[in-house]
T-cell receptor, first 116, second 115 residues
Framework: DVKVTQSSRYLVKRTGEKVFLECVQD?????MFWYRQDPGLGLRLIYF???????EKGDIPEGYSVSREKKERFSLILESASTNQTSMYLC???????????????FGNGTRLTVT | AQSVTQPDIHITVSEGASLELRCNYS??????LFWYVQSPGQGLQLLLK??????LVQGIKGFEAEFKRSQSSFNLRKPSVHWSDAAEYFC?????????????FGKGTKLSVKP
């Protein structure tokens, strides 16, 4: 079974801090994603990576960056955390297999980040 | 632009009653459609998916969904709801494109189950 592990379930950080959210998958998936989930807004894509060292901006990349140095690990970085980045962050991975579109996303359990 | 609409933000049903969660999509080509469920404090889990073929698809936990092209809908159903089905449900459509694709999610429907 695919396992996507997010290193922290809860994080509390101060405004202006640099924050790292880590995600590791164990199934050699090519694609990895970072979403942000807020009540009433659903899931919004921040960044995704279709392979090692590859990344593309999603719908709301401002204030975030990502790193994918190894295939299994995809990190989300908040360069200078702000209170409006308080949210639930979800990581997901997917194999490409052909077009990749028929492969479902596998999600981690999320990291709830509070910025004070 | 592609979009997914879940018209119901919150639904409450009695345990044992039937359930239908609505999903409408806007997409020019043949869609790839998914339903995910999120239990409190958890990530999302795939319930079922549709790519082609039989328009009625079966998923896990007794759920099914029917693709209706004429109505641009992919509604999720369950004949008899259990208390453990209380969760948030997300419909999603996969985009086809050179960037390996991406899912567009609806905003979710929260399901409450009355004893």
């Amino acid at each position: 079974d695919v396992k996507v592990t997010q290193s922290s379930r809860y994080l509390v950080k101060r405004t202006g801090e640099k924050v790292f959210l880590e995600c590791v998958q164990d199934m050699d998936h090519e694609n990895m994603f970072w979403y942000r989930q807020d009540p009433g807004l659903g899931l919004r894509l921040i960044y995704f990576s279709y392979d090692v060292k590859m990344k593309e901006k999603g719908d709301i990349p401002e204030g975030y960056s990502v790193s994918r140095e190894k295939k299994e690990r995809f990190s989300l970085i908040l360069e200078s955390a702000s209170t409006n980045q308080t949210s639930m962050y979800l990581c997901a991975s997917r194999t490409t297999g052909g077009t990749g579109l028929n492969s479902p996303l596998h999600f981690g359990n999320g990291t709830r980040l509070t910025v004070t | 632009a592609q979009s997914v609409t879940q018209p119901d933000i919150h639904i409450t049903v009695s345990e044992g009653a039937s359930l239908e969660l609505r999903c409408n999509y806007s997409y020019g080509a043949t869609p790839y459609l998914f339903w995910y469920v999120q239990s409190p404090g958890q990530g999302l889990q795939l319930l079922l998916k549709y790519f082609s073929g039989d328009t009625l698809v079966q998923g896990i936990k007794g759920f099914e969904a029917e693709f209706k092209r004429s109505q641009s809908s992919f509604n999720l159903r369950k004949p008899s709801v259990h208390w453990s089905d209380a969760a948030e449900y997300f419909c999603a459509v996969a985009l086809y494109g050179g960037s390996q694709g991406n899912l567009i999610f609806g905003k979710g429907t929260k399901l409450s189950v009355k004893p």
